[in-house]
């Protein structure tokens, strides 16, 4: 099945800075790659996807970028402010439409 | 994206019994999704609902300890059964939106085993 891995598991960045988690998935076949944000007590929101035929996305302070070559894919979020502190999540999603998640980045944006 | 609604939020519960617990979607979905939530840790897929059929587990879930159905498009269950402590954990049940993207999940049912 899929393999998903993410890092850094921790991040913590100076408010205003970008920060950076990257993933690895391992099915050559996933075709589409969500990310989630997950505050504290709260369900996974899904904050943008890419599919596998777009090399990058962006949604204002947030921007993903895919390498199916290299079968990688990365959040960068620009700007940082404190809400953006949380738990991202990334996902890999093969032809099984099962999603498998990375082990999480937990995201402190420092005041 | 469909909208989820799960219940019960929470629930504390004695060992050797069982819960079950609900999602309703908002619009017809082919496959709903049952995870585990371990704090401080990843989302672990427990099964695959498909409705007219057997949910598909994964390696590590059985059908007698999670039995799930799936009466309708826009309906499933997942029990848990026979409880332990170890069983402890917040379940999640997410469901693809319109052409399978866009997932969205329930609000997640916190469980404790006593």
């Known amino acids: 099945g899929e393999n998903v891995e993410q890092h850094p598991s921790t991040l913590s960045v100076q408010e205003g800075d970008s920060a950076v988690i990257k993933c690895t998935y391992s099915?050559?076949?996933?075709?589409?790659f969500p990310w989630y944000k997950q505050e504290l007590g709260k369900r996974p929101q899904l904050i943008i996807d890419i599919r596998s035929n777009v090399g990058e996305k962006k949604d204002q302070r947030i921007a993903v970028t895919l390498n199916k070559t290299a079968k990688h894919f990365s959040l960068h979020i620009t700007e940082t402010q404190p809400e953006d502190s949380a738990v991202y999540f990334c996902a890999a999603r093969a032809n099984d439409y099962k999603l498998s998640f990375g082990a999480g980045t937990t995201v402190t944006v420092r005041a | 994206s469909a909208v989820i609604s799960q219940k019960p939020s929470r629930d504390i519960c004695q060992r050797g019994t069982s819960l079950t617990i609900q999602c309703q979607v908002d619009?017809?979905?082919?496959?709903m999704f049952w995870y585990r939530q371990q704090p401080g840790q990843s989302l672990t897929l427990i099964a695959t609902a498909n409705q007219g059929s057997e949910a598909t587990y994964e390696s590590g879930f059985v059908i007698d300890k999670f039995p799930i159905s799936r009466p309708n498009l826009t309906f499933s269950t997942l029990t848990v059964s026979n409880m332990s402590p170890e069983d402890s954990s917040i379940y999640l049940c997410s469901a693809p939106g319109v052409g399978g993207y866009g997932y969205t999940f329930g609000s997640g049912t916190r469980l404790t085993v006593v």
């Open positions: 099915d050559s076949a996933s075709n589409y």
């Open positions: 619009s017809q979905v082919t496959m």
